[in-house]
Structures are given as structure tokens and as C-alpha cells.
């Protein structure tokens, strides 16, 4: 598929409103369980829906890599702790939603890494992830994070990074580790964390869709 044809798709689903604000989940290959967290995106969105005026619908929706079907999302999240492939339609697909306004955010929920920096490699073999200041307009798009990504659940000791690709001058991108954003978006009960964690990872979600649906 052309990139402009996947303009042209992606301007006439968004100009529609039909789903301009629902969100979406990446059901990608390669053995890593995308399906990780199952209730964190739902209670990202109901914080998201009180707190910063959107209006999307419960539950994410769930796409795959080399569908028409990404285009309908502003924002797609991809989550997991294993193996990520895409294959060559995976990755043109992906690219062609990126640079025609889409936004993918990637929260590595523990051993994703080595194997997503591989597969974006794909995407854009130009561009390297690059760490994003602490100035970004992602931390302060509504709430307010001067120190950076907030590190939620503890791993091997390392500081939380929120990578990103940038496109044209856009982060088309998001890429968070060593944070565990997801975790902290769960339900009370799954890791027990202090509400105070769970609202700062609410919160630094809250930023990342906020971003993604004005940027």
C-alpha cells in the first residue's frame, strides 16, 4: 500500500469522528504475550475520560500489524515480556501509519526490549531511537513530570527511559523502559502498588494519549 493511499485512509477515518478517540491494542507476532495487562489500558482510559475530557470507549480495540485497521487509531499500545516479528508488510504497514499521523506507544513490561529495537529497525531503518528530554511536551502535556518518565516497578536497577522515533520533526514513537508504566495502570489488586504509583503512572499515561491525539 502507498504511503499516500494510506494518507487518504487515515484522513478520511479520523475526519469522521466514528474513531478519532478510541484506542488500540498491537496483536503482534512472534510468542511475546501482546495480551499482557489486561486491565490496564481499561483503566487508563476511564482515568483519561474523568480526568483530561476524552471520550473513548471502554475497552481497547485490538489490531494486528499488516491490517488497514490501524489507521482507524490515533493511538495504538503495544505491550509484552517476549519475542517480537514483523514481517516486511508488518513494517511497511506500521511506517506508513506512523508517518501519516499515527502514534505507537511502546511499554516494555520486561524483556521486550532487545527484541522490539530489533524489529523497529525494520520500521525505520533510517532513524534511531533517540532518549527524549526531560523538557519534551510529552511530560508536561498535562500533567506535570520535570524529572522525566516515572519509574513504577523495579527490575534490574536501572533509570526509567522514554525513547522515541521522530519523524518530520513529530514523535511518531514512544518507546518507555525500565518504568513499567502498564503494571502501574493495573487494577489495585494484580500488584498491590501504593496509590500514589498507580497515580503517577496514570498520570504519565494520561500525558502519552493526550500527546498522541494533538500531535
Not at 494510506?6 to 510468542?31: E, P
Not at 519534551?136 to 500533567?143: E, M, R
Not at 506535570?144 to 519509574?151: A, W
Amino acid at each position: 500500500m502507498t504511503v499516500k493511499l494510506t494518507q487518504f485512509i487515515c484522513i478520511l477515518l479520523f475526519s469522521t469522528g466514528t474513531y478519532a478517540q478510541d484506542i488500540a491494542v498491537l496483536q503482534y507476532n512472534g510468542g511475546g504475550d501482546w495480551y499482557s495487562n489486561p486491565t490496564a489500558l481499561p483503566n487508563l482510559i476511564a482515568f483519561c475520560n474523568q480526568h483530561i475530557n476524552t471520550t473513548m470507549s471502554a475497552k481497547p480495540k485490538t489490531v494486528k500489524p499488516e491490517s488497514v485497521d490501524i489507521f482507524q487509531y490515533p493511538y495504538i499500545h503495544m505491550t509484552g515480556h517476549g519475542n517480537v516479528f514483523f514481517t516486511e508488510q508488518d513494517a511497511r504497514n506500521i511506517r506508513d501509519y506512523l508517518i501519516s499521523g499515527g502514534f505507537i506507544h511502546i511499554d516494555d513490561n520486561y524483556g521486550m526490549e532487545p527484541y522490539i529495537r530489533k524489529e523497529l529497525v525494520k520500521v525505520f531503518p533510517e532513524t534511531e531511537l533517540v532518549e527524549l528530554p526531560n523538557s519534551h511536551p510529552i511530560f508536561s502535556s498535562q500533567y506535570k513530570f520535570p524529572k522525566g518518565l516515572p519509574k513504577i516497578h523495579e527490575h534490574d536497577g536501572k533509570r526509567p527511559l522514554a525513547l522515541g522515533i521522530i519523524h518530520e520533526e513529530r514523535l511518531v514513537l514512544l518507546f518507555t523502559f525500565e518504568s513499567d508504566l502498564g503494571d502501574g495502570w493495573e487494577s489495585p489488586e494484580v500488584h498491590n502498588d501504593p496509590e500514589e504509583v498507580r497515580q503517577k503512572a496514570l498520570k504519565m499515561g494520561a500525558n502519552i494519549i493526550k500527546y498522541a491525539f494533538e500531535n
